[in-house]
């Protein structure tokens, strides 16, 4: 695959485009197999339950940030589309009142797993969703919208404004991959399709009718790969990658 972008954004996408049949196979069997990177074992995975250490997730920060654009009455329904280990559910249930939860996740064995430990109803897709008549007052996609293809955008952004209940908010996080300047120097970041600046993720959503009330970008910018390979402290690091793609 080639990487494109978008000189006067900064948006980024792979081409050409899989099969959308091989990609749901990748996800629903092998993205969380025993042999991946991303492995996870839903029938030995420990629930998170409590409120001690809930400010250390991620989504303590991005549902404390829903809460601030919207409100969130009893029985209203919080989705997560791709909520890996579930994390947000046990969230969902500290921060929000008797909140409804519903999963959209491919993975095998994750829909017994959210069921069992929160409760949760899983869909295979947000088209089963909104066909089912829910509205959602919170929808979070944490680190899944870069698993799109390009030509998935034209029907995502519009199944989520109709996922969405009136006044209801869509918190979307994504790796900060600004092709015109990460071109070169970026992190792991297999097997995404889509890279986001800044500006082309709220160039996007404004495209479909969304109003963006909060963007921003966090963590340390990317060094230059000067001053990354003369880093003592990368030294090492610098000779591991070397010896595993290039020796």
């Given amino acids: 695959l080639q990487l494109m972008h978008c000189i006067s954004c900064g948006f980024g996408f792979s081409m050409p485009e899989l099969n959308e049949n091989i990609i749901g196979n990748f996800y629903e069997k092998r993205y969380r197999s025993k042999e991946s990177t991303f492995h996870i074992d839903f029938s030995k995975l420990q629930l998170d339950e409590g409120v001690a250490d809930i400010r250390n997730d991620r989504s303590f920060g991005q549902l404390s940030l829903a809460r601030v654009f919207c ?46 430990g929160y409760n949760v109803t899983s869909l295979p897709s947000l088209d089963n969703f909104i066909s089912s008549g829910h509205k ?42 600004d092709l015109r ?31 963006v009330l909060f963007i921003d970008t966090c963590g340390p910018c990317y060094p230059s790969l000067d001053d990354f390979i003369s880093s003592r402290s990368n030294i090492q690091q610098s000779k591991n990658y070397l010896k595993k793609y290039f020796i």
Wanted: aromatic share 12%; glycine share 6%.
């Fill in 71 to 116: 409100q969130f009455n009893s029985q209203d329904i919080f989705l997560d589309i791709g909520p890996g280990k579930g994390g947000s559910f046990n969230l969902a249930k500290a921060l929000l009142e008797k909140p409804k939860l519903y999963a959209i996740e491919l993975s095998h064995g994750a829909s017994d797993f959210y069921r069992k």
């Fill in 136 to 177: 959602a007052q919170i929808i979070l996609m944490s680190h899944s919208m870069e698993h799109y293809r390009l030509s998935d955008l034209n029907k995502l952004l519009p199944s989520l404004y109709l996922a969405l209940a009136k006044n209801g908010v869509v918190v979307v996080e994504v790796p900060h991959v």
């Fill in 181 to 211: 300047v990460h071109s070169e120097i970026r992190g792991v970041d297999t097997p995404h399709f889509l890279f986001f600046s800044k500006d082309s993720l709220a160039i996007l959503f404004e495209k479909y009718s969304f109003e």
